[in-house]
């Protein structure tokens, strides 16, 4: 049991140090994969299906968290929303920053994630 928790621990870090994430196709295939490798009921194939199970995992949990990001072609444009502040300001060096929870975009066709990062 521990080996495969390590393995399984494996292939989450093991997906850390990719540059781009898995896409949802593969990790269907990852899936199907794992599953067959746990009807093999064999130690080695065990192993291996934990280590994919920790990579398929965590590459979906990344996906959850990335799919309210900032489109690319809205990047470097000013939007104004009306929102709440949603965390105490934190200070640094170059200004302050703090959480904002949008209520509303007032620009037109411009979109932007529920909640999101406001520096000066």
């Known amino acids: ?8 621990l494996a292939g989450v870090c093991w997906l850390q140090t990719r ?3 898995l896409s949802p196709a593969y990790l269907a295939c990852a899936l199907a994969v794992a599953l067959l490798l746990f009807a ?3 130690y080695a194939a065990t192993l291996l299906a934990a280590a994919i ?3 398929a995992w965590s590459a979906w949990l990344a996906h959850i968290a990335l ?5 690319r072609e809205q990047e470097g444009r000013d939007v104004t929303v009306v929102g709440t502040v949603d965390s105490l300001p934190h200070e640094f060096d170059g ?11 007032l620009t037109p066709e411009a979109t932007v994630p529920s909640r999101i990062a406001i520096s000066w």
């Open 95 to 105: 200004g302050a920053r703090f959480n904002l929870r949008v209520e509303r975009v």
């Open 19 to 21: 540059a781009e994430l």
């Open 1 to 8: 049991m521990r080996c495969a928790i390590l393995a399984f």
């Open 67 to 71: 799919a309210e990001a900032l489109p």
């Open 40 to 42: 093999l009921r064999k």
């Open 53 to 55: 199970l920790g990579a």
